[in-house]
T-cell receptor, first 109, second 118 residues
């Protein structure tokens, strides 16, 4: 089967940079996605890595290393509104998403 | 674009009754929709893949007779929780891809339905 692990909680200061790691075990996948979810809300898409390397989208960047079974989401210039849960998710060939355990990010002033 | 809605947003039902949750793609046609369940402070667990015009594909451990999925049109999938029990209380979320305009890797999620079984 597939499994993904993330730190359960991360705290950072407004304006800082934070990295959320994701390690996974899988027999095969298309890519690694990242989603943000505020309490009680729907997950929203942040970033996707189909290939190894860094993808940058505004304040968010995501990285994937297939050889290390590892990825991360980098959030820069943190804002209070970034306080939310962040999930990595493996996507397979049928576009199914298998989500990681999730990381709660708390941004402090 | 790429908006997915769910109805109802919240529902409370008595143990033993059935509840139907609707998932609609408002501005695109979705041949495939996905249903997830999320318990408080936990991750999203994929329950099933809903395919338009054919039977749903359920993940291991999900009871197909308890969670009935129907995908009757390209814009509507329904999840019916039959004979609901308190342990079925959860946040149910659907998602869909826009196969024409969207990126292949991006899924659009509905706002979720919070089910409470008393």
């Amino acid at each position: 089967g597939q499994s993904l692990e993330q730190p359960s909680e991360v705290t950072a200061v407004e304006g800082a940079i934070v990295q959320i790691n994701c390690t996974y075990q899988t027999s095969g996948f298309y890519g690694l996605s990242w989603y943000q979810q505020h309490d009680g809300g729907a997950p929203t898409f942040l970033s996707y890595n189909g290939l190894d390397g860094l993808e940058e989208t505004g304040r968010f960047s995501s990285f994937l290393s297939r050889s290390d079974s590892y990825g991360y989401l980098l959030l820069q210039e943190l804002q209070m509104k970034d306080s939310a849960s962040y999930f990595c998710a493996l996507m397979d060939s049928s576009y199914k998403l298998i989500f990681g355990s999730g990381t709660r990010l708390l941004v402090r002033p | 674009g790429a908006v997915v809605s769910q109805h109802p947003s919240r529902v409370i039902c008595k143990s033993g009754t059935s509840v139907k949750i609707e998932c609609r793609s408002l501005d695109f046609q979705a041949t495939t929709m996905f249903w997830y369940r999320q318990f408080p402070k936990q991750s999203l667990m994929l329950m099933a893949t809903s395919n338009e015009g054919s039977k749903a594909t359920y993940e291991q451990g999900v009871e197909k007779d308890k969670f009935l999925i129907n995908h009757a049109s390209l814009t509507l999938s329904t999840l019916t929780v039959t004979s609901a029990h308190p342990e079925d209380s959860s946040f149910y979320i659907c998602s869909a891809r826009d196969p024409i305009k969207g990126e292949h890797y991006e899924q659009y999620f509905g706002p979720g339905t919070r089910l409470t079984v008393t």
